[in-house]
């Protein structure tokens, strides 16, 4: 950055994935509003930052979801060590053997 550029003024691009179909909802979604993608996100950013109620309300009830979510998995893969402990008690197998059956175990179930 040169001297001559003040601190917020250069233009940042922020960029993310999503699906080939959700950006297609998106583009029909916001056409119907007569609104570009650019100007939706500007007007999302300026909402957060400057904690619309409106925004405050979607973040808090987002927050809750992926803390009920985390909560599940945490419980899941309690459970999974558990039944670990158990087989490898009931069974006798080594740490080898056990890494085996995680790597089955998270082939199958990646989302775990």
């Known amino acids: 950055m040169n001297s001559d550029t003040q601190y917020g003024m250069t233009k940042k ?8 179909k959700r950006h297609a909802e998106l583009k029909t979604r916001l056409n119907y509003d007569n609104m570009g993608i650019t100007e ?8 957060y930052l400057n904690n619309d109620d409106g925004i405050t309300r979607i973040m ?3 927050k809750e979801s992926r ?6 998995q945490r419980k899941m893969n ?16 080594n740490e ?6 995680f790597d089955i175990l998270e082939k199958e179930h990646p989302d775990l």
């Open 40 to 47: 939706f996100f500007q007007m999302v950013v300026s909402a």
């Open 67 to 72: 803390e009920t979510n985390e909560k599940t």
């Open 78 to 93: 309690r459970n999974l060590i558990k039944k670990a402990e158990l087989s490898k008690a009931k069974f006798g197998l």
């Open 13 to 20: 691009n922020i960029v993310f994935k999503e699906t080939d």
């Open 96 to 101: 080898g053997e056990v890494e085996s059956i």
């Open 60 to 62: 808090d009830k987002h």
